[in-house]
């Protein structure tokens, strides 16, 4: 990968917007950015990029998403699943078919949105459900590892327990920042980056405050109600560009 203006320019756009997600919802939503960092490297490239950049923005989300928005007994059911669905998905990552994986998730995330818009556009509250916890947890952790797309499975189990817009942020952004610091190391040693790569890494470090305080700055504007149906919204647009993932690369 060639160090351009064209290339830091693509690549600080897709880091601005990926911290403006996680200022706003929390985190899960990384997916929506790698169109743009696509652009100017590939998939593993953008992988090896990105794993480090998370954790730093994951640190300066926790000045928003204090401990007093997270929900605790949820992610003492997720986590484990996570840790070890990371490591299943690194064992995993060059024998499975990310194509099949990307429009199963695609699928998968279109129906639950689809059951949410025939009851209406509400949420229904669901009670915890242990099981359902570990295998979103397990979930997640394997496809952000496979498919960059780890958000999915976690908000199919936490948006319907009807968590304030707070708390379900919270707990987002605290899961991912668990999973990111786990999948850094994988990460790195999958991708290796070389000198180019570090020195974006360096310039995109500086799209991480402006776009985390964006992006809470429009949490903090949105109700409860809005906030869900934004959510849901930006699950169909990552249901759609995982289905595009699959379906192109069957096809080229």
């Known amino acids: ?24 919802f929390g985190g899960g939503f990384a997916i929506v ?29 926790l000045r928003y998403w204090k401990p007093s928005t997270w929900s605790r007994p949820d992610l003492q059911l997720l986590v484990p699943g996570l840790v070890v669905g990371i490591g299943a998905g690194y064992l995993l990552f060059r024998v499975l078919d990310h194509r099949a994986i ?3 998730m695609a ?40 498919a960059h797309s780890g958000g999915p499975p976690l908000a199919i189990y936490l948006l319907p327990l009807g968590l304030s817009k707070q708390v379900y942020a919270g707990t987002t952004s605290l899961f991912f920042t668990v999973g990111n610091l786990l999948e850094a190391a ?10 180019a790569v570090w020195s974006l890494m ?30 849901y919204a930006l699950l169909v647009v990552t249901a759609i560009k995982l289905l595009w993932d699959g379906v192109s690369g069957y096809l080229r």
């Open 1 to 24: 990968m060639e160090l351009t203006a064209t290339t830091i320019l693509v690549a600080f756009a897709g880091v601005f917007l990926i911290c403006f997600m996680k200022g706003a």
């Open 33 to 61: 950015g790698i169109p743009l960092l696509s652009i100017v490297m590939d998939p593993v490239t953008a992988g090896g990029l990105l794993a480090p950049l998370f954790i730093a923005m994951d640190l300066f989300s």
């Open 102 to 104: 990307a429009i199963l």
């Open 107 to 146: 699928v998968i995330t279109l129906v639950f949105v689809g059951l949410w818009f025939v009851r209406g556009g509400e949420v229904v509250v669901q009670p915890r459900s242990p099981r359902k916890a570990v295998a979103a947890g397990l979930t997640s952790g394997i496809t952000t590892m496979v």
């Open 186 to 195: 994988p990460w790195l040693m999958l991708a290796k980056p070389a000198g």
């Open 202 to 231: 360096a310039i995109c470090l500086l799209a991480i405050p402006s776009g985390v305080w964006l992006g809470w700055r429009l949490h903090a504007r949105l109700d409860q109600r809005q906030m869900y149906r934004a959510c």
